[in-house]
């Protein structure tokens, strides 16, 4: 496996497939070939439960680990008691006999190329058997990559990033075990091959993404989520509900293109399937009804643990199926931003990833209406309280039986915008981009940073819903909501 991977980086470098040779389109953005014809379930495995955190010491022992490096973020040790990072020390201290520990805590909240960095280093420093990572996304995300990275020592930092930022290149080798316990009811990491961050040379938003960096076990405990102050269960609920909005509506598996050459090639990000429709439709469906209660009362454990299990089934079906614009317009937002905003929750003046994803929403649906208005006023009832029915193809059609007149795309693209509203009023979402200081001068800039998350980009419905002119329109929308 190690001459493999050697095998393999180097060839990335040379900008030729190591499998099919330097005519290969399958890692190309924008590539034409054969549309996709099958689709995968993967997904970590998942124990939900309260208390299961107390669990997570007897998994490490089972893996045979003599090493644990523990991640998490430094605050979670200031909560009283200690809080999840201490009840998770304590689960391997009670089931760990003989095995070193190690705790990492060098979290940036929005990580970065750098923050990721240190990390790895401190990793390959440790070289531990396994990793227990305690926290949101952000750590998740970081334990993600000192895990990658540890487990391909010859790979240099962009080997693995999404192109263009990036060579992209397949992941060779399998990693370390790596459990994940999150603390906050949003990113749902513990259930996806991706991991995000600021790539701060270019100013911008990327990824890593591969099947292979997917914890092994998500642990998922609601005492872990409920001491989320109330401004980041609001952050974290939107965000929430654009994996669920963002799955069910992006292009179909089966109108994806290229058809990747080779099994191993298949992105971890398909496209809408009937595996991923039924996780976010029902995802959705407890979001509706949970999400602003939970918000009210962060007492109210019955409808924090139903926000945290909403989080973890559209964990699943975003992590199977993808997300478009709105994630792709968020990156922008959120790496652009110059007010001094500072969301209920949080202690320092940047946007949370869930308000900077469904700023944009609105307009977004609006548009992305046409390409299937059937689903798009599925999802507007939903969101109202209604209970449609599941409606799951098994194969798209093809765009031409899928195109509906422009009277009720644009009702159903409506519909769905008014009832996101409601949401974001109701929480205090502020009141579009112009409220955090961008205005139309901005326009050309945010679209500049956006056009490059081809990963997602190309996840939207119709490529029109892509373009450089849609999403000026999208931003110019977006300015003010309400």
């Known amino acids: 496996m190690a001459s493999r991977a050697r095998a393999l980086i180097a060839a990335a470098r040379r900008q030729r497939c190591p499998w099919h040779g330097a005519s290969c389109g399958a890692h190309s953005h924008g590539a034409r070939g054969p549309p996709e014809y099958a689709f995968e379930m993967a997904s970590s495995s998942v124990r939900f439960g309260r208390g299961v955190s107390g669990e997570v010491g007897h998994d490490v022992a089972h893996s045979g680990a003599k090493k644990v490096m523990v991640v998490s973020d430094a605050r979670l040790s200031a909560l009283p008691g200690g809080g999840p990072l201490r009840r998770v020390l304590d689960s391997l201290t009670a089931h760990c006999s003989g095995a070193s520990v190690e705790v990492y ?72 075990p790596l459990y994940a316990l999150p603390t906050t009811a949003g990113t749902r990491s513990e259930t996806t091959g991706v991991a995000i961050f600021d790539h701060e040379p270019s100013n911008a938003k990327t990824g890593i993404a591969s099947r292979r960096i997917k914890p092994t076990l998500g642990l998922v405990d609601p005492d872990n989520t409920s001491t989320m102050p109330r401004g980041v269960a609001v952050a ?46 029902h995802a959705l469906r407890l979001l509706a009804k949970y999400f602003r209660r939970s918000c009210a009362d962060r007492d109210d454990k019955e409808a924090n643990e139903a926000m945290t299990l909403a989080a973890t089934m559209a964990g699943i079906g975003f992590g199977n199926a993808g997300v478009h614009l709105a994630h792709g317009c968020s990156y922008a937002v959120s790496g652009l931003n110059r007010s001094k905003f500072v969301m209920d929750g949080y202690d320092a003046p940047f946007v949370p990833h869930g308000v900077s994803v469904v700023l944009t929403a609105p ?45 009720s795309a644009a009702s159903a693209g409506a519909a769905l915008a008014e009832q996101l509203k409601i949401y974001m009023q109701t929480l205090g979402v502020p009141d579009g981009l112009g409220s955090l200081g961008f205005t139309s001068r901005d326009v050309p800039a945010l679209v500049e940073a956006t056009l490059p998350q081809r990963r997602v980009l190309n996840l939207a419905p119709s490529e029109e819903n892509a373009s450089a002119e849609a999403l000026a329109r999208i931003f110019e929308n977006s300015m003010k909501i309400y």
């Not at 990390?119 to 396994?130: E, L």
């Not at 292009?251 to 191993?264: G, H, M, N, Q, V």
Request: net charge negative; aromatic share 8%.
């Open 105 to 176: 805590t060098d979290i940036e909240c929005e990580p970065t190329d750098s923050s990721f960095q240190r990390a790895i280093a401190a990793a390959r420093r440790a070289s531990p058997d396994a990793f227990v990572v305690v926290g949101g996304g952000s750590a998740i995300d970081t334990a993600k990559t000192m895990n990658l990275y540890l487990c391909h020592p010859d790979a240099a930092f962009l080997d693995f990033v999404n192109a263009p930022t990036g060579k992209g290149l397949p992941v060779p080798n399998a990693l370390r």
């Open 236 to 281: 974290s609920g939107f965000d929430v509900l654009c994996h669920a909005l963002e799955s069910y509506t992006a292009i179909p598996y089966d109108e994806r293109l290229p058809r990747p050459a080779s099994p191993e090639l298949r992105p971890a990000y398909q496209g809408a399937n009937p595996f991923s429709d039924v996780w976010s439709l």
């Open 363 to 407: 307009a977004i649906f609006s548009a992305t209406a046409a390409a299937n208005a059937e689903r798009h006023a599925e999802l507007a009832a939903i969101l109202r309280g209604l209970n449609p029915p599941i409606n799951v193809a098994l194969s798209s059609g093809g765009p031409q039986k899928r195109r509906t007149s422009e009277d």
